[in-house]
């Protein structure tokens, strides 16, 4: 449920409200960057997403060290389904 | 990368699993809560317990949103997706919760419209996609999620999707700890504070529970190391005769939290009066509930919703578990008609609950080391 998951910005849309294409070991999404609107993110970025939105920018490292949390927590899995689920619905 | 292979380091565990037993004082016993449930999940897969000395006791907290939500709530979600206009979106995490009668899933199986969403934000496009049709999203969660929910409502709102609307059982996690804290068969030393939440909310809302309750509290990661290093400092601060909130997982956590969160947050949710709990009944100030501004999105003023209370199955002690008050195992159904495979209660579906997690971690170990497998 609280899964954070680290993705890195490929894409900005300046034209649409706060959307991104992000990019999570190979999967690339759509999310939601408009949580941070005091610092936005620029393309080639790092983020904490969680649900569609990114939570929080983080740098290369935290974000490398997070998929290994993410490894050892053996939640690769879920957090891949959750990435590859968004923009649809089963 | 220097840090993360340290994390990797099982010499770093040990050490730190060698300092707590030099800090905890013989003689004495303690009890830490550890609040969040994916700490919970990860006390029980990395067996922490086995690397603490005996009289320090993980007392599993409140922190999965799914357990603590009481089943009325499911079973008025799930009346309003009776309408056959209606379509009911939720996370995975709720599919498989048991209501009255039947889990979403169960009603899905029987006709009704029901689907996962892995966003809220997907939920809203739904709606979109629909218009002929009301899309619901149940959406549960503590403050980690509560802010996305909120966006995705302010985006409905500014474009003026009519046809959607959220059935809001977002929860915080301050009222939960403060619930226990004065619940009187509770005895706890100190807290393992939530990871995630506390991107959101900061370190500051826990100041009370140092300066008033004297317990301490340190913010912690998720990994074996955090955990353990979260309780070097808790003995630490003991010892020290001080109670302080400490931030472990400085590399996640800022100290002020996400302002822009609060922000969305503030704008479309306020705080319930009160709100019943799974297991600790009503609490008040505990949940958001959707503001005045938003009523045309909130589906508990859009539909009629039954708002009957209803008991969990007798048999099953979810309650007890959840106040810590009784451990998994201790529960009747336990491993007999309660599994991950057929849950009762809700603690066996999430794998952040911690019926699941010592079900899936222990109790499986254990059955194979009685038929002699090697784990």
Known sequence: MCLAIPAKIVELFPNEDSRALVEVAGVRRHIDTGLLVDDPPQTGDWVLIHVGFALSKISEEQAREQIQTLVLLGETEAAMQEVEGYGQET | ?375
């Open chain 2, 1 to 375: 990368m220097k840090f993360v292979d340290e994390f990797r380091d099982a010499g770093v565990i040990t050490k730190a699993s060698e300092e707590i037993a030099r800090l905890a004082k013989p003689g004495r016993e303690y009890r830490f809560m550890e609040v969040c449930g994916g700490h919970t999940h990860a006390i029980y897969r990395f067996g922490l317990k086995d690397l603490l000395p005996a009289c320090i006791e993980l007392v599993h907290g409140p922190g999965c949103p799914v357990c603590v939500l009481p089943m009325g709530r499911i079973d008025d979600g799930l009346a309003i997706a009776q309408n056959p206009d209606v379509i009911f979106t939720a996370f995975g995490d709720m599919m498989r919760v048991p209501g009255t009668h039947g889990s979403p899933l169960e009603h899905k199986a029987r006709g009704m419209d029901v689907r996962i969403v892995y966003s809220p934000a997907d939920a809203l496009k739904l709606a979109q996609k629909n218009p002929d049709k009301h899309v619901m999203f149940f959406a549960i969660g503590f403050e980690t999620t509560a802010p996305s929910t909120a966006l995705t409502l302010m985006r409905a709102k500014q474009l003026g999707i009519t046809n959607f609307s959220v059935f809001c059982n977002h929860v915080t996690i301050i009222p939960a700890i403060r619930a226990i804290l004065d619940s009187p068969d509770m005895r706890l030393d100190a807290f393992i504070g939530p990871g995630h939440v506390s991107t959101v909310i900061g370190c500051r809302p826990y100041e009370w529970i140092a300066a008033k309750e004297s317990k301490p509290i340190v913010i912690s990661g998720f990994e074996p190391v955090d955990i353990l290093q979260s309780i070097v400092m808790i003995l630490a601060q003991m010892n020290a005769g001080e109670a302080k909130v400490e931030n472990q997982y400085k590399r996640v956590v800022p100290w002020e939290g996400s302002r822009a969160a609060l922000r969305a947050m503030a704008e479309v949710f306020e705080l319930r009066p009160y709100f019943e709990w799974r297991g600790m009944g009503f609490i008040s100030q505990s949940a958001l509930r959707l503001r005045d501004g938003y009523a045309q999105w909130d589906s508990e003023q859009r539909f009629q919703v039954p708002g009957v209370r209803v008991t969990d199955p007798k048999a099953a002690q979810c309650g007890e578990v959840l106040k810590g008050v009784l451990k998994p195992a201790q529960c009747k159904l336990f491993g007999n008609e309660c599994s991950p495979e057929h849950p009762v209660g809700a603690l066996m579906v999430s794998s952040e609950g911690s019926c699941a997690a010592y079900y899936n971690y222990e109790h499986r170990k254990a059955a194979l080391t009685s038929l002699g497998a090697p784990v």
